[in-house]
């Protein structure tokens, strides 16, 4: 598998499938949950973004006419949170329509709440080992993609 840049600090592993976009500021997270779609031979195009405004950023270019086919989305990142970033996307007629699942290290019922009432479509709390981060990101491609 090949890697390259798609802009600074976002990195994409080629494949002819969907697109899935990793927006979270933990780069160890980033690599565990691709590694994760790839143990269940979940072949994609992983783009991995280090936070909100990246992701803003990459939808204000112009240039770029495809969008993903689901974000996952970390809540608590510095700059634009996930909750800003929901806002910005679901606001947006050609965006909205792109699947968000949040995918954070809190189990705040408020939290919870919140990210369906900006809109997203599926909230989960960071699994604690990584074979549940396996059977959690197989089943998101299940249903998802």
Same mark, same amino acid.
């Not at 996952?72 to 510095?78: F, G, T």
């Not at 800003?84 to 705040?108: A, R």
């Given at each position: 598998?090949?890697? /390259? $840049?798609?802009?600074? *600090? ?7 499938? !969907? $697109?899935?976009?990793?927006? %979270?500021? %933990?780069?160890? @997270?980033?690599?565990?949950?691709? @590694? #994760?779609?790839?143990?269940?031979? !979940?072949?994609? *195009?992983?783009? /991995?973004?280090?936070?909100? *405004?990246?992701?803003?950023? !990459?939808?204000?270019? @112009?240039?770029?006419?495809? !969008? ?5 989305? &970390? ?5 634009? &949170? ?9 606001? *947006?007629? @050609?965006? +909205? ?6 995918? =954070? ?5 408020? &939290?919870?709440?919140?990210?369906? +009432? ?6 989960? =709390?960071?699994? %604690? ?7 959690? =990101? %197989?089943?998101? #491609?299940?249903?998802?993609?």
């Amino acid at each position: 598998m090949s890697y /390259f $840049s798609v802009e600074k *600090n976002a990195m994409m592993i080629q494949s002819p499938k !969907h $697109s899935v976009f990793i927006v %979270d500021d %933990d780069e160890d @997270d980033r690599m565990s949950i691709r @590694d #994760a779609f790839m143990e269940n031979k !979940h072949s994609h *195009n992983y783009v /991995f973004m280090q936070n909100g *405004n990246q992701l803003i950023g !990459h939808f204000s270019d @112009d240039s770029i006419k495809k !969008h993903p086919s689901l974000i996952l989305l &970390d809540l608590n990142m510095p700059g634009m &949170d996930g909750r800003e970033v929901l806002k910005e996307i679901k606001k *947006n007629d @050609d965006l +909205k329509p792109i699947p968000v699942i949040v995918v =954070t290290t809190s189990s705040s019922s408020r &939290d919870r709440e919140a990210s369906y +009432k900006l809109g997203a479509n599926c909230f989960v =709390t960071k699994p %604690d080992s990584y074979q549940a981060l396996v059977a959690l =990101t %197989d089943a998101i #491609a299940k249903l998802w993609l």
